[in-house]
Protein backbone atom coordinates (compact mmCIF):
# COMPACT_ATOMS: atom_id res chain seq x y z
CA UNK A 1 0.00 0.00 0.00
CA UNK A 2 1.25 3.37 -1.32
CA UNK A 3 2.74 5.48 1.53
CA UNK A 4 1.05 9.05 2.27
CA UNK A 5 3.21 12.13 1.98
CA UNK A 6 2.27 15.60 3.23
CA UNK A 7 2.13 18.28 2.31
CA UNK A 8 1.86 17.67 -1.61
CA UNK A 9 3.59 20.71 -2.10
CA UNK A 10 4.94 23.78 -0.26
CA UNK A 11 6.82 27.00 -1.27
CA UNK A 12 9.42 28.32 0.80
CA UNK A 13 11.76 31.65 0.73
CA UNK A 14 15.73 30.61 0.88
CA UNK A 15 16.17 30.67 4.35
CA UNK A 16 13.14 28.91 5.41
CA UNK A 17 12.99 25.55 7.01
CA UNK A 18 10.30 22.77 5.80
CA UNK A 19 9.07 19.32 7.09
CA UNK A 20 7.82 16.70 5.01
CA UNK A 21 5.92 13.50 6.34
CA UNK A 22 5.48 10.16 5.05
CA UNK A 23 2.91 7.74 6.45
CA UNK A 24 2.03 4.16 6.31
CA UNK A 25 -0.50 2.23 6.97
CA UNK A 26 1.87 -0.73 6.95
CA UNK A 27 4.91 -1.97 9.37
CA UNK A 28 7.77 -0.73 8.20
CA UNK A 29 10.82 -1.81 7.84
CA UNK A 30 13.16 1.10 6.52
CA UNK A 31 12.32 4.18 4.98
CA UNK A 32 14.42 6.27 1.96
CA UNK A 33 14.27 9.84 1.04
CA UNK A 34 15.13 10.56 -2.96
CA UNK A 35 15.14 14.11 -4.63
CA UNK A 36 14.04 14.64 -7.82
CA UNK A 37 14.43 17.53 -10.18
CA UNK A 38 12.51 18.01 -13.20
CA UNK A 39 13.63 15.97 -15.96
CA UNK A 40 16.09 13.91 -14.05
CA UNK A 41 16.69 10.77 -12.40
CA UNK A 42 15.64 10.66 -8.48
CA UNK A 43 18.89 11.15 -6.31
CA UNK A 44 19.09 8.96 -2.81
CA UNK A 45 19.10 11.01 -0.11
CA UNK A 46 19.18 8.89 2.43
CA UNK A 47 17.71 5.81 4.22
CA UNK A 48 16.48 4.72 7.98
CA UNK A 49 16.28 1.99 9.49
CA UNK A 50 13.86 0.62 12.15
CA UNK A 51 14.54 1.96 15.17
CA UNK A 52 13.88 5.28 15.17
CA UNK A 53 17.43 6.41 14.32
CA UNK A 54 17.78 9.81 12.82
CA UNK A 55 20.16 10.59 9.96
CA UNK A 56 21.52 13.87 8.37
CA UNK A 57 24.05 15.51 6.37
CA UNK A 58 24.51 19.14 5.62
CA UNK A 59 21.33 20.75 6.44
CA UNK A 60 19.05 17.84 5.29
CA UNK A 61 17.81 15.40 8.30
CA UNK A 62 14.86 13.03 9.01
CA UNK A 63 13.87 10.59 11.39
CA UNK A 64 11.82 7.59 11.52
CA UNK A 65 8.78 7.09 14.26
CA UNK A 66 8.62 2.87 13.33
CA UNK A 67 5.73 2.58 16.10
CA UNK A 68 3.83 5.46 14.18
CA UNK A 69 4.79 3.81 11.24
CA UNK A 70 6.24 7.41 10.30
CA UNK A 71 9.04 8.93 8.73
CA UNK A 72 9.52 13.01 8.58
CA UNK A 73 12.22 15.08 6.24
CA UNK A 74 13.39 18.28 7.63
CA UNK A 75 15.11 20.60 5.34
CA UNK A 76 17.08 23.36 7.08
CA UNK A 77 17.32 26.46 6.15
CA UNK A 78 16.61 26.12 2.42
CA UNK A 79 18.51 26.91 -0.72
CA UNK A 80 17.68 27.56 -4.03
CA UNK A 81 19.33 24.17 -4.88
CA UNK A 82 16.51 22.30 -2.36
CA UNK A 83 13.94 22.80 -5.04
CA UNK A 84 12.51 19.58 -6.30
CA UNK A 85 10.06 16.57 -5.67
CA UNK A 86 10.55 15.14 -2.46
CA UNK A 87 9.85 10.88 -2.83
CA UNK A 88 9.74 8.85 0.64
CA UNK A 89 9.79 4.93 -0.50
CA UNK A 90 9.36 2.19 2.33
CA UNK A 91 10.49 -1.09 2.46
CA UNK A 92 7.85 -3.02 4.54
CA UNK A 93 10.01 -6.01 5.03
CA UNK A 94 13.44 -7.33 5.68
CA UNK A 95 14.38 -9.34 3.10
CA UNK A 96 12.09 -8.34 0.67
CA UNK A 97 15.73 -7.14 -1.78
CA UNK A 98 15.08 -3.59 -0.85
CA UNK A 99 11.82 -3.14 -2.68
CA UNK A 100 10.03 -0.01 -2.25
CA UNK A 101 6.49 1.53 -2.91
CA UNK A 102 7.42 5.15 -2.96
CA UNK A 103 4.52 7.72 -2.17
CA UNK A 104 3.25 10.27 -4.31
CA UNK A 105 5.75 12.92 -3.76
CA UNK A 106 6.19 16.35 -1.97
CA UNK A 107 7.12 19.46 -4.25
CA UNK A 108 9.10 21.81 -2.77
CA UNK A 109 9.91 25.27 -4.57
CA UNK A 110 12.83 27.55 -2.85
CA UNK A 111 12.42 31.16 -3.90
CA UNK A 112 14.91 33.61 -4.12
CA UNK B 1 32.95 6.18 -11.28
CA UNK B 2 30.42 5.57 -13.99
CA UNK B 3 26.87 5.83 -12.40
CA UNK B 4 23.71 3.61 -14.07
CA UNK B 5 23.38 3.39 -17.15
CA UNK B 6 20.09 3.49 -19.57
CA UNK B 7 19.27 3.08 -23.37
CA UNK B 8 17.59 4.12 -25.33
CA UNK B 9 17.27 7.68 -23.75
CA UNK B 10 13.93 7.90 -26.25
CA UNK B 11 12.07 5.64 -27.98
CA UNK B 12 8.77 6.41 -30.03
CA UNK B 13 7.18 3.34 -31.03
CA UNK B 14 3.89 2.21 -33.15
CA UNK B 15 1.18 0.63 -30.91
CA UNK B 16 1.19 -3.23 -31.15
CA UNK B 17 5.20 -3.12 -31.47
CA UNK B 18 7.56 -4.71 -29.22
CA UNK B 19 10.47 -2.45 -27.29
CA UNK B 20 13.64 -3.24 -25.56
CA UNK B 21 14.73 -1.29 -23.06
CA UNK B 22 18.31 -1.67 -21.28
CA UNK B 23 20.21 -1.24 -18.01
CA UNK B 24 23.71 -1.04 -17.44
CA UNK B 25 23.85 -0.95 -12.95
CA UNK B 26 26.90 0.55 -11.17
CA UNK B 27 29.52 -2.40 -11.18
CA UNK B 28 29.48 -4.52 -7.83
CA UNK B 29 25.82 -4.04 -7.25
CA UNK B 30 23.92 -7.17 -6.83
CA UNK B 31 20.61 -5.47 -6.59
CA UNK B 32 18.95 -4.00 -9.66
CA UNK B 33 15.49 -2.68 -9.95
CA UNK B 34 13.16 -1.44 -12.66
CA UNK B 35 10.30 1.14 -12.32
CA UNK B 36 7.62 3.15 -14.25
CA UNK B 37 6.94 7.20 -13.70
CA UNK B 38 4.53 8.59 -15.60
CA UNK B 39 3.61 12.04 -16.13
CA UNK B 40 3.54 14.37 -12.83
CA UNK B 41 3.51 10.83 -10.78
CA UNK B 42 5.11 8.83 -8.52
CA UNK B 43 7.15 5.93 -8.66
CA UNK B 44 5.34 2.30 -9.42
CA UNK B 45 7.64 -0.60 -9.00
CA UNK B 46 7.73 -2.95 -11.61
CA UNK B 47 10.26 -5.94 -10.93
CA UNK B 48 13.48 -6.25 -9.03
CA UNK B 49 16.09 -8.76 -9.35
CA UNK B 50 19.05 -9.84 -6.38
CA UNK B 51 21.81 -11.76 -8.59
CA UNK B 52 20.15 -13.12 -12.30
CA UNK B 53 16.75 -13.68 -10.08
CA UNK B 54 13.76 -11.65 -9.55
CA UNK B 55 11.94 -12.73 -6.41
CA UNK B 56 9.22 -10.80 -7.01
CA UNK B 57 7.57 -10.08 -10.02
CA UNK B 58 4.76 -8.60 -8.79
CA UNK B 59 4.59 -5.10 -9.72
CA UNK B 60 4.55 -6.04 -14.13
CA UNK B 61 1.08 -5.05 -15.29
CA UNK B 62 0.45 -7.40 -17.24
CA UNK B 63 1.98 -10.66 -19.35
CA UNK B 64 3.07 -7.87 -22.13
CA UNK B 65 5.66 -7.26 -19.72
CA UNK B 66 8.94 -9.30 -19.24
CA UNK B 67 12.58 -8.60 -17.57
CA UNK B 68 15.62 -10.87 -17.46
CA UNK B 69 19.31 -10.36 -16.00
CA UNK B 70 22.64 -11.53 -17.17
CA UNK B 71 25.74 -12.39 -15.68
CA UNK B 72 24.03 -10.17 -12.17
CA UNK B 73 24.68 -7.20 -14.47
CA UNK B 74 23.05 -5.96 -17.32
CA UNK B 75 19.20 -6.72 -17.43
CA UNK B 76 16.42 -5.45 -20.38
CA UNK B 77 12.68 -4.85 -20.06
CA UNK B 78 10.66 -6.08 -22.66
CA UNK B 79 7.29 -4.82 -23.54
CA UNK B 80 5.52 -6.23 -25.99
CA UNK B 81 2.81 -5.51 -28.15
CA UNK B 82 3.21 -1.75 -26.55
CA UNK B 83 -0.30 0.08 -26.04
CA UNK B 84 -0.57 3.98 -25.59
CA UNK B 85 -1.05 3.34 -21.72
CA UNK B 86 2.55 1.89 -21.78
CA UNK B 87 3.93 5.52 -22.45
CA UNK B 88 5.90 6.40 -19.57
CA UNK B 89 9.70 7.17 -18.04
CA UNK B 90 11.21 3.83 -17.64
CA UNK B 91 13.41 3.85 -14.64
CA UNK B 92 16.29 1.26 -13.75
CA UNK B 93 18.38 1.45 -9.86
CA UNK B 94 20.91 -0.83 -8.48
CA UNK B 95 21.90 -1.13 -5.07
CA UNK B 96 25.08 -1.76 -3.03
CA UNK B 97 24.66 -4.23 0.02
CA UNK B 98 24.67 -1.14 1.96
CA UNK B 99 21.28 0.12 1.12
CA UNK B 100 19.76 3.12 -0.72
CA UNK B 101 18.78 2.81 -4.68
CA UNK B 102 21.15 4.85 -7.50
CA UNK B 103 19.05 5.38 -10.24
CA UNK B 104 19.59 5.91 -14.05
CA UNK B 105 18.76 8.78 -16.34
CA UNK B 106 15.55 6.53 -17.75
CA UNK B 107 14.22 5.67 -20.57
CA UNK B 108 11.49 7.68 -22.09
CA UNK B 109 8.87 5.84 -24.17
CA UNK B 110 5.94 6.87 -25.95
CA UNK B 111 3.48 4.60 -27.66
CA UNK B 112 1.70 6.69 -30.81
Known amino acids: QQPVQSPQAVILREGEDAVINCSSSKALYSVHWYRQKHGEAPIFLMILLKGGEQKGHDKISASFNEKKQQSSLYLTASQLSYSGTYFCGTESMRNQGGKLIFGQGTELSVKP | GAGVSQSPSNKVTEKGKDVELRCDPI?????LYWYRQSLGQGLEFLIYFQGNSAPDKSGLPSDRFSAERTGGSVSTLTIQRTQQEDSAVYLCASSPFSGGQYFGPGTRLTVL
Open chain 2, 27 to 31: SGHTA
